[in-house]
């Protein structure tokens, strides 16, 4: 059953999905972890693969840039191919300096200024969650891979390039945002308003601080620590 994004057949997505904003992290994902991947989507260019990590049945998908984005891709997952579980894989910017360039951050919860929760689904309030649920098998699996997991109040942008300067972080900083990405916001609230699962673990790929930042080629395959600890964490 096609949806108008997704070319996949029921039943040929996993339970759990990863997510990256990336196609082309998804592909190395799949090539990268997976064995025996089968890539089940193709349409627009947002690769999806089915695999299986230590025996256990996953898939990777992107999902663009933006809620507009993610939202379309996950909130299909989530009502037309019975998938329980997704976990988003992205990177991020960091507002505060107590995480810097590579440090994995997963989110708490997730604040906007974006009506895409309201508009979608009548959600009031500035801010959507995750499950708590998922995020503890995440803790464990960082735990267990011996990796260090930085955790917080994550920002979803509707915009990337903004006029004025910075200032208006210090605001964000107040209300507790530790860094900035663009779609979590609306993939918790998918999840809330269709029963589902979500989770959000990010890479620091440049620094409001130090105004470091990392390359195009290094987001798409070097932020692995992140992606070990999302499939250490997947259970069927």
């Known amino acids: ?16 999905v990863l997510m990256p904003g990336d196609p082309l992290r998804a592909r190395f994902i799949a090539e990268t972890f997976l064995d025996d991947p089968v ?23 992107g999902s663009g840039m933006g809620m507009p984005s993610i939202g379309i891709y996950s909130y299909e997952l989530y009502k037309f191919y019975g998938v329980e579980n997704i976990i988003r894989i992205g990177s991020a910017g960091a507002y505060s ?10 989110a708490t919860k997730a604040f906007s200024e974006s009506s895409y929760a309201w508009v979608a689904s009548k959600h009031e309030g500035q801010f959507t969650y995750p499950s708590e649920e998922l995020n503890e098998k995440l803790r464990a699996s960082a735990h ?25 972080v210090k605001d964000l900083l107040e209300k507790g945002c530790i860094a900035v990405e663009m779609e979590s916001f609306a993939l918790f ?25 990392t390359t195009a080629e290094e987001r798409q395959t070097s932020f692995t620590n992140m992606m070990k600890i999302a499939l250490e964490a997947v259970e069927e």
């Open 189 to 213: 609230a998918n999840a809330q308003v269709l029963g589902k699962k979500a989770a959000c673990l990010l890479t620091i790929s440049d620094s409001f601080v130090t105004h470091q930042e």
């Open 97 to 106: 300096d107590t995480v810097d360039l590579y440090d994995v951050v997963l």
């Open 39 to 61: 890539q089940f989507n193709s349409v627009r260019g947002m690769y999806g693969y089915t695999g299986s990590y230590n025996g256990k049945k996953v898939s990777v998908m």
């Open 1 to 16: 059953m096609a949806t108008p994004h997704n070319q996949a057949n029921f039943g040929e997505i996993a339970k759990t």
């Open 144 to 168: 267990k891979l011996g990796i260090d997991l930085h955790e917080g109040c994550i920002h979803s942008s509707d915009v990337f390039y903004r006029e004025g300067g910075n200032d208006y």
